[in-house]
């Protein structure tokens, strides 16, 4: 066992620790003497403690309790105007050497952000109490679940937490007697947007998040430990963690494939994950359903040497505006019941609504994220555009039932996708492995309201984990490129774009959402050697005969024809020039340090193009 402290006050706090693991007491030893709480809370995860738990936070003005026979279970959190994003410029990788952290990162000397940090968190719960949450990423008994320890004086969290993992005392229980756990800090401070920090310290498995209460700055089971930290530990010790949905197709004749897929924030990720097929091929019987919406932890089984996939969170944390029961049904029945809406407007019978929910706003008095009252003459939005519901996994109706399988399910394709109004086609496949990564590290996506930047311009972001990344870039996709030596049977790689427009008119070339079944058939019966293709210099494309385009009407209600699909399809070599020469930005800033296949696999697309 630990040694206890001389401080007979910290004692007391931790005299109901519900484990006597002695590397958990030492980490809670040092918070409670540095923080200085009024109280130590131990969360359990019991349905009673969630219960107190919203009322207290209902007294304090952190819930408003909706309506409960129409969303029971639902409370609505308004963060404060400040708080509303990731912050990307707040946000670090602190290791001994710069170069850990590489050119894509915000790199903090190790020493200097402890120094800093621990002076942040000093006497930071006086008056406050402090909660102590246990839980787990990934389903319990998974080789790659692991588990975290956070402090926080959120309420707002501990519900959060109570929802994304596997929160209470089978924490405990998976963490046994071990010391490897993450170690979680966080205060929300004064929520000052100028004292601000989400801080990884990769090589001591700790994170540290001061000033912030919205989302994955606050959630550290999130972005923090199921990316950036588990995307260091992915690399040391041969896995992968990926900003990627898993979801599964059933065709008609019962055969089961799952896909993984990288969309940046706010490009139809969570859509695609809970993707519902036109009612032809619902008729047919085929049939999607979810392991996960946005975080995939891989693997190359060392068995079959193939790759599999466990989704390591429990529950969906999903962008609201233009989310509706046309877009995503599925979504809409996750958050019916059970969930935390942050930064929307509530009616004046104690519903939700949001920019998207409906046509038309509801009648009668309606209260905008800012809580003051909203009319759609007001110059503002009634939701904030990133506002959020977190909803259990459990509620999701396309539930896979492999979703909590420690073994993981098998993966046949990787999907990269990105937000592009021009010159990306809708739909092709990679040559190899090789060529693949080299198209998910140089995938672009217009801005989007998830993380902070101009709206509309065109963003590099390699896999969607530009900003989520725990360590160089450079490492990052040699680790990519080596997975492949891991594997006698590589997953497939495609880019998909639903976004392309008009020049002309400006509307969506593609119907999108449902729609998407289409391109999604086409991509599984490549893995499977079933579907046609030609060669192009960008890689394998379907041509209209390939993909089944019976029924199918554009954004207007129009017949969709071949035509159309040869638009949507088409690459203009000039233009295609000039998005290798935007490409550049990225390559440069890695420099010297430009893995070799990445340059060779650049050069072939210039000489193919």
């Not at 085929?286 to 989704?311: L, P, S, Y």
């Not at 019966?525 to 394998?540: F, K, V």
Request: one cysteine or more; a negative charge; hydrophobic letters at 35%.
């Amino acid at each position: 066992m630990t040694q206890m402290t001389n401080d007979p006050a910290v004692e007391d706090h931790l005299a109901d620790c519900p484990t006597d693991n002695p590397h958990v007491l030492a980490f809670l030893r040092s918070a409670v003497s540095k923080c200085r709480p009024d109280k130590v809370h131990f969360c359990d995860g019991t349905e009673s403690e969630r219960d107190a738990l919203y009322e207290k936070g209902i007294e304090e003005g952190i819930f408003i309790r909706l309506n409960q026979e129409k969303l029971p279970g639902c409370y609505l959190h308004r963060s404060d105007p400040s708080d509303v994003a990731r912050v990307e410029k707040l946000t670090f990788i602190c290791t001994p050497s710069e170069d850990d952290a590489g050119p894509t990162n915000n790199w903090w000397q190790d020493r200097e952000a402890y120094a800093k940090l621990n002076e942040e968190f000093e006497g930071s719960f006086e008056g406050r109490t402090m909660y102590v949450i246990p839980f787990i990423m990934g389903p319990p008994g998974s080789p790659l679940a692991k588990v975290g320890v956070q402090i926080t004086d959120s309420i707002y969290v501990v519900q959060s937490m109570g929802i994304m993992t596997r929160m209470g005392l089978l924490a405990w229980k998976q963490l046994g007697q071990s010391d490897e756990f993450t170690r979680c800090w966080h205060n929300t401070g004064e929520l000052d947007p100028n004292d601000r920090y989400i801080a990884h310290f990769p090589y001591d498995n700790v994170i540290m998040s001061y000033g912030s209460g919205y989302g994955g700055n606050a959630l550290l089971g999130k972005k923090c430990l199921a990316l950036r930290i588990a995307s260091f530990l992915g690399k040391q010790q041969g896995w992968m963690a990926e900003h990627m949905l898993i979801l599964g197709v059933t065709d008609p004749n019962g055969e089961k494939t799952y896909v993984t897929g990288a969309f940046p924030s706010a490009c139809g990720k969570t859509n695609f994950a809970m993707l519902q097929p036109p009612q032809k091929y619902v008729d047919e019987g085929w049939k999607v359903t979810t392991v996960g919406d946005d975080i995939a932890w891989m693997w190359a089984d060392q068995v079959t040497c193939k790759m599999r996939a466990i989704n390591p969170e429990n529950g969906y944390f999903g962008v609201l505006p233009g989310t509706n029961y046309e877009s995503n049904a599925s979504a809409m029945e996750s958050m019916s019941r059970d969930t935390i809406y942050t930064n929307v407007a509530m009616t004046e019978d104690g519903d939700v609504w949001w920019e998207g929910k409906t046509k038309e706003p509801p009648s009668g008095k309606i209260i905008n994220w800012l809580g003051n009252e909203w009319t759609p003459d007001s110059d503002e939005k009634a939701a904030h555009p990133n506002s959020r519901f977190t909803a259990p996994m459990r509620n999701n109706p396309v539930l896979d039932e492999a979703a909590d399988d420690p073994a993981g399910v098998p993966v046949s394709a990787i999907i990269f996708g990105g937000r592009r109004s021009n010159t990306i086609p809708l739909v092709f496949q990679s040559f190899n492995w090789i060529h693949g990564v080299y198209v998910g590290a140089t995938l672009g996506s217009e801005g989007t309201a998830a993380a902070e930047g101009k709206i509309g311009s065109v963003r590099r972001d390699p896999m969607a984990m530009l900003p989520f990344i725990g360590y160089n870039v450079r490492d990052y996709l040699i680790h990519w490129f080596r997975m492949r030596k891991e594997m006698t049977d590589c997953p497939r790689i495609f880019h998909v774009n639903w976004f392309r427009r008009d020049p002309e008119t400006g509307k969506f070339l593609w119907p999108g959402f449902g729609e998407n079944m289409r391109v999604l058939k086409w991509i599984i019966a490549r893995c499977h050697g079933g579907a046609g293709a030609i060669e192009t210099p960008l890689g394998w494309m379907p041509r209209p005969m390939d993909i089944d385009l019976e029924g199918l009407r554009d954004v207007d209600g129009s017949d969709f024809d071949a035509k159309d699909f040869q638009a949507l399809e088409r690459v203009d070599g000039d233009a295609f020039k000039q998005e290798m020469l935007s490409q550049e930005e990225l390559l440069l800033r890695l420099a010297g340090d430009l893995p070799k296949e990445m340059v060779f696999q650049r050069e072939l697309l210039i000489s193919r193009l």
